[in-house]
């Protein structure tokens, strides 16, 4: 009988190591796009009641909200304009604007960043939420920022003879701006170049020292899923062997943060300003990639991250 019951105990244990581990997965897998763009949280995300969780302070980022935590009462307050948010880890409730509401999800604390349930804290902030339970695609879009083709309608009147009558003319002009403009590399199309400096500035921006391993945008799944959408992008000969270099220097830059942290978590003479000096550093040159005018100079810009 005392056997029975060990072993249903550890049964138990092992089902419960299981949950957590699939609920793990299951937050590494979601994507999330704000306004049409991918965006990437350190913290892994989690779904619970078929709504996501994130950490309040990434996800109040990300929304240009403020965001207060209190950790003895273990609630975070969140504000975007005249919204006002207050969730309590663990209880069902929240409050926007002093009203009672019901969450969607239990806000709850994990790895000891508080989570709130995205779609509360989205949707009464002035976003539109759809959340893709099938393939773990959750976007949110802010209206007031969508993007719209300007149409101009110009009028133009032509004088002709006496006899003839005043003839009226419209014609419509669809004004894209920055159409004109051109990417900084010869023959690569401005939109791959615009998105490659945007990955990777957002990637180096995440960055906390010592902690390249907890950035998404460090990690090898979600490096492979950028660099994808830059092999998507390229059309042109010249587009194909600009993403070939970007996806080296991008590579480049995740090994030497890597290499970096583990140096300074390994030596005890360490010191953290030095620390802020390299990402300083590794900072500007990632800066530096937007200037470049050829592949042989972010081949060169390449070499120098991976000695910073």
């Not at 409050?95 to 019901?102: C, F, P």
């Not at 508080?114 to 759809?130: L, M, Q, R, T």
């Not at 900084?184 to 010592?210: E, F, H, M, N």
């Not at 220097?249 to 030497?256: D, G, M, P, Q, V």
Request: glycine fraction near 4%; proline fraction near 2%.
């Amino acid at each position: 009988m005392k056997n029975i019951k060990i072993t249903l105990l550890l049964l138990i244990l092992s089902l419960g190591a299981l949950f957590a581990y699939n609920t793990a997965l299951a937050g590494d897998s979601i994507q999330v796009f704000i306004n049409g763009e991918e965006v990437f949280f350190e913290n892994s995300l989690t779904v619970e009641s078929n709504t996501v969780l994130a950490p309040a302070g990434e996800l109040g980022k990300l929304l240009g909200m403020e965001v207060q935590w209190k950790p003895k009462e273990k609630v975070v307050y969140m504000k975007k304009g005249s919204k006002s948010f207050k969730f309590t880890m663990g209880k069902a409730l929240y409050t926007l604007n002093d009203m009672y509401a019901a969450t969607s999800a239990t806000p709850k604390i994990i790895n000891d960043a508080a989570y709130v349930p995205v779609h509360d804290v989205s949707k009464n902030a002035g976003f539109k939420v759809e959340w893709d339970s099938k393939n773990k695609i959750l976007k949110l879009t802010d209206p007031t920022k969508v993007t719209t083709t300007q149409t101009t309608t110009v009028t133009t009147t032509q004088a002709t003879t006496a006899a003839q009558t005043t003839k009226a003319e419209t014609t419509t002009e669809t004004t894209t701006f920055n159409a004109m403009m051109q990417s900084p590399v010869a023959g690569v199309s401005k939109r791959l170049s615009d998105t490659v400096y945007k990955d990777l500035k957002t990637a180096i921006t995440g960055y906390s020292i010592g902690n390249s391993e907890g950035n998404n945008r460090f990690k090898a799944n979600n490096i492979k899923k950028l660099t994808a959408n830059w092999d998507a992008i390229a059309k042109s000969k010249e587009d194909q062997q600009y993403v070939k270099t970007a996806k080296a220097f991008y590579n480049a830059l995740a090994k030497r943060l890597k290499e970096k942290d583990k140096w300074y978590k390994e030596k005890t003479t360490a010191r953290k300003a030095d620390m802020q000096k390299f990402k300083e550093k590794i900072t500007l040159l990632v800066n530096q990639y937007s200037s470049c005018r050829s592949i042989d100079e972010i081949t060169a810009l390449t070499a120098k991250v991976s000695k910073a």
